[in-house]
């Protein structure tokens, strides 16, 4: 099975940064993590769910929600099955549960119905 753990969340105040992990664990072998597209995504109640970044193996597709272009950039360490998520000049819009998602097979992207596996989420409280 694969069980996705996030950390990292937590309270800041405007303009601060934080820095999001996401541990995978996969009892499978035939699950192979570096082929995956990793992503996460954001949640306030009451709305729908967003896409806000995610990532292939190899970088090469990348995507990014709009608003935060520029201020968040996420990576991945394939070896340690760790994805990240650096949150620079963070802003009170910013603040929601995020998730760490994998998508086994198919090209990155941020629709969350295309994803496989989630994990509990971590809260990101921006304030000003």
């Known amino acids: 099975q694969v069980q996705l753990v996030e950390a990292g969340g937590g309270s800041v105040q405007a303009g601060g940064s934080l820095k999001l992990s996401c541990a995978a664990s996969v009892s499978e072998s035939r699950f192979k993590y570096e082929s995956w597209c990793m992503a996460w995504f954001r949640q306030v109640p009451g709305k729908e769910r967003e896409g806000v970044a995610g990532s292939n193996s190899g970088g090469r597709n990348i995507v990014y929600l709009d608003s935060v272009k520029g201020r968040f950039t996420i990576s991945r360490d394939n070896a340690q099955k760790m994805l990240y998520l650096q949150m620079d000049n963070l802003k009170p819009e910013d603040t929601a549960m995020y998730y760490c998602?994998?998508?086994?097979?198919?090209?990155?992207?941020?629709?969350?119905?295309?994803?496989?596996?989630w994990g509990q989420g971590t809260q990101v409280t921006v304030s000003n």
């Open positions: 998602a994998a998508r086994r097979a198919g090209i990155c992207t941020r629709n969350d119905i295309l994803f496989d596996h």
